[in-house]
T-cell receptor
C-alpha cells in the first residue's frame, strides 16, 4: 500500500483563510518533503523537514513532523488564489544502496477570491 | 528555476509506435528519475539512475526502458506504445548527498496519449 497518504483529498477555502493538509506514512524516514504541483505541470519543492526536526517555517508555510505518530502537516497561512494547486508530501527513505522519495496521494487545494 | 527540460510536452500517437521521451538537466546532478502520474493521482517511480551507465527499475513495473550515457541526459523509450501507456511522465534529478535524501527538481512533464 502507499507509503504516504494525505488528507483531505480536496480542500476548498476563501482567500485569507489558512489551509492545513495532513500526511501519514508507514516506515521510518530520513526526511519528509512537501511539493506543489500546478495543473498539468511538474512538481516544485516547497520545504524539507529532517526526521530529528519537529517544526519548520518558510514564508507563509509551516510544516510539523511527529515521528512517533508518523505524521506531518503543512499549514499555508493567509492563502491566496495563486496557492491553488495540488500539494504532495514525500517521504525520504534510505534503503540499502538507494535513496528514494515516495510520494503521497496529494491534496487538491482550491482558494477562491 | 530548475534547469531540467522535457520534450515533447504533449504527444499523441497511434498504437504500436516507438516513442522516446527526452529529459535533460544542466545542474550536473548524478541522480535522475522517471515518475509516472495519472491525472489527479500520486506519482509512481518507474526508473532511476545514480549516474552514467547506471539504471534501475523503480517501484512500478513499466514496459519502458531508459539509458544514461551522459550525466545530463536520461531518455525514456517505449518500443511499442499501447493505450495503457497513456499517462503523464515526469523526469526529475537531484544531487548526490551522503546520508540524505535530497530534494528533487522536476521537469514540466510529458503528457502521452496513445490512441
Amino acid at each position: 500500500s502507499q507509503q504516504g497518504e494525505e488528507d483531505p483529498q480536496a480542500l476548498s477555502i476563501q482567500e485569507g483563510e489558512n489551509a492545513t493538509m495532513n500526511c501519514s506514512y508507514k516506515t521510518s524516514i530520513n526526511n519528509l518533503q512537501w511539493y506543489r504541483q500546478n495543473s498539468g505541470r511538474g512538481l516544485v519543492h516547497l520545504i524539507l523537514i529532517r526526521s530529528n526536526e519537529r517544526e519548520k517555517h518558510s514564508g507563509r508555510l509551516r510544516v510539523t513532523l511527529d515521528t512517533s505518530k508518523k505524521s506531518s502537516s503543512l499549514l499555508i497561512t493567509a492563502s491566496r488564489a495563486a496557492d491553488t494547486a495540488s500539494y504532495f508530501c514525500a517521504t525520504g527513505l534510505l534503503n540499502t544502496g538507494f535513496q528514494k522519495l515516495v510520494f503521497g496521494t496529494g491534496t487538491r487545494l482550491l482558494v477562491s477570491p | 528555476e530548475a534547469d531540467i527540460y522535457q520534450t515533447p510536452r504533449y504527444l499523441v500517437i497511434g498504437t504500436g509506435k516507438k516513442i522516446t521521451l527526452e529529459c535533460s538537466q544542466t545542474m550536473g546532478h548524478d541522480k535522475m528519475y522517471w515518475y509516472q502520474q495519472d491525472p489527479g493521482m500520486e506519482l509512481h517511480l518507474i526508473h532511476y539512475s545514480y549516474g552514467v551507465n547506471s539504471t534501475e527499475k523503480g517501484d512500478l513495473s513499466s514496459e519502458s526502458t531508459v539509458s544514461r550515457i551522459r550525466t545530463e541526459h536520461f531518455p525514456l523509450t517505449l518500443e511499442s506504445a499501447r493505450p495503457s501507456h497513456t499517462s503523464q511522465y515526469l523526469c526529475a534529478s537531484s544531487e548526490r548527498k551522503q546520508g540524505v535524501v535530497g530534494e528533487l527538481f522536476f521537469g514540466e512533464g510529458s503528457r502521452l496519449t496513445v490512441l
